[in-house]
């Protein structure tokens, strides 16, 4: 656990509720995520899991209950914020500059822990040169790390999907948070990629001591890597517990085969791992 952490879980969320006019996108939500721990979130579309994504990176506004990062609320945090505090995401479709090489996109994610430093180093040449140099090596190791090397240089619009995926989870990992949020990593992904995420998920965390939030629709990928699973249903958590406990649970089953009292409900995703 680092020093600089009170006793407690690393991310907590208590009684969340978020509005969009008529529909109560979440709904009394509340979970907590271990410092090391990997934590699924599931449910079918329209659930509520991007929506509690946005919120714990201040992208939504929250209209009741608290998210508390490290033992501080993370409501008064302004959102720009967020990366400093330790917490990178990723997102479902994935958010990079398109125009930039796959070096300039793993750098941007780095610069943040060069903060303000930088900027004041930028005005004096030769700390400016260093300092770049620096963040160039760095970029440099998470490339290495994430099998990018040969594309370093490409730029991101020329590449495959699964591509730019990784380079957005190596942009993620530059900024060297403490808790990594990853929106359905496998999405868009073929059968052998995916296979090959959850290698890297599991292999990163040993290797980094991440905290990881992940939201997936892949059964196998959220039921293989989580010690936790949480399942959503229009905005309510039915569930929580192991893997097991979650997959075989009857609101979780009722949720994904559309039962009662849910009965219009259906989804892309089955409960089996
Ligand atoms: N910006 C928004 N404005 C209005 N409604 C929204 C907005 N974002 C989400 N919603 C609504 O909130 C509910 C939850 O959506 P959300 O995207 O969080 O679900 P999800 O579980 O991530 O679904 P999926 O698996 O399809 O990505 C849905 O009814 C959705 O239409």
Redesign the pocket.
């Known amino acids: 656990m680092n020093e600089q952490t009170p006793p407690g879980p690393l991310l907590r969320c208590q009684d969340v509720r978020?509005r969009?006019?008529g529909?109560l996108?979440?709904d009394g939500v509340g979970f907590d995520v271990n410092e090391g721990a990997i934590v699924g979130?599931i449910?079918?579309?329209?659930?509520?899991?991007?929506?509690?994504?946005?919120c714990i990176s201040r992208l939504?506004p929250v209209h009741g209950g608290d998210i508390s990062f490290a033992g501080r609320s993370l409501l008064a945090t302004p959102r720009h914020r967020i990366a400093a505090l330790g917490i990178a995401r990723t997102f479902?479709n994935v958010a990079l500059f398109d125009t930039l090489s796959v070096a300039e996109n793993v750098m941007l994610g780095a610069h943040r822990r060069f903060g303000r430093g930088f900027v004041a180093d930028a005005l004096r040449l030769r700390s400016a040169v260093r300092a770049g140099r620096e963040l160039s090596n760095e970029a440099e190791r998470w490339l290495a790390m994430l099998g990018l090397e040969g594309v370093a240089q490409r730029r991101v619009s020329d590449l495959p999907f699964g591509t730019r995926k990784r380079v957005e989870l190596a942009r993620a990992l530059a900024g060297k948070p403490r808790l990594l949020m990853l929106?359905?990593p496998a999405a868009g992904l073929n059968h052998a990629e995916v296979e090959e995420l959850t290698v890297r998920i599991r292999s990163l965390k040993e290797r980094l001591g991440l905290t990881i939030l992940l939201?997936e629709?892949h059964m196998h990928v959220v039921m293989s890597l989580s010690d936790t699973v949480i399942a959503?249903d229009?905005?309510r958590r039915i569930a929580a517990g192991t893997p097991l406990h979650v997959q075989q649970h009857p609101d979780v089953i009722r949720a994904y085969l559309g039962g009662p009292p849910h009965t219009t409900r259906s989804?892309?995703?089955k409960v089996a791992s």
């Open positions: 978020v969009f006019g529909i996108a979440l979130i449910g079918p579309n329209g659930a509520g899991k991007t929506t509690l994504f946005n939504y479902q929106d359905e939201v629709h959503l229009f905005g989804s892309s995703a």
